[in-house]
């Protein structure tokens, strides 16, 4: 959190409005670690990084959804041979986001 501090610091002072995403649970050979997190504008800017990439656009278009909301959400992203091609770790771990707005 401390690497994206800075960064939410000036989005509030903007007026900005910010989701965060918090990776809560990580099994396999996930990406990052648990309490890895991705900050989220409603004007679209990014801090930090739940997945390394592989679902970060996911993640980045759950947390617009919760800003407009306000609706915290619990997103779940794997891999399996039915989701190879969608959304998913290519590595084969398993990441659990929970997803707020900060207020």
């Not at 890895?36 to 679209?44: I, M």
């Amino acid at each position: 959190m401390r690497d994206i501090l800075p960064e939410i610091e000036k989005w509030q002072q903007e007026g900005e409005e910010i989701a965060l995403a918090t990776v809560v649970r990580a099994s396999g050979s996930a990406p990052r670690p648990v309490g890895a997190k991705l900050a989220v504008t409603a004007s679209g800017r990014m801090a930090g990084s739940v997945s390394g990439g592989c679902v970060e656009g996911a993640v980045f278009e759950t947390a617009r959804e919760v800003i407009k909301s306000g609706r915290p959400q619990l997103v779940h992203y794997g891999i399996s041979d039915e989701m190879a091609w969608d959304v998913g770790l290519s590595c084969g771990g398993q990441i659990d986001v929970f997803i707020e707005k900060l207020v």
